[in-house]
């Protein structure tokens, strides 16, 4: 079987981004996130998260909240 050795080694941090997506999504606070997942601050957390996503975390769910399409990665 030909298993594509970078979509294996991928797959586990998608699975944790859209875990912390879910908890950010059900209302866990961004502080309690970042420790959960490893950063040593909420805001080493939200810069990276902006980073991958173009946008910060308030910004993507409060635009998911009211039914828009969130940013996913940097435009350009």
Wanted: without cysteine.
């Amino acid at each position: 079987m030909n298993v594509d050795k970078e979509t294996t080694v991928l797959r586990p941090a998608r699975g944790r981004r859209r875990h912390r997506r879910r908890q950010l999504a059900a209302s866990v606070p961004v502080a309690v996130v970042a420790e959960r997942v490893g950063y040593r601050s909420a805001s080493a957390f939200i810069a990276s998260f902006r980073r991958l996503l173009g946008v910060a975390p308030g910004a993507y769910f409060a635009t998911l909240a009211h039914g828009g399409h969130a940013a996913h990665g940097k435009a350009g």
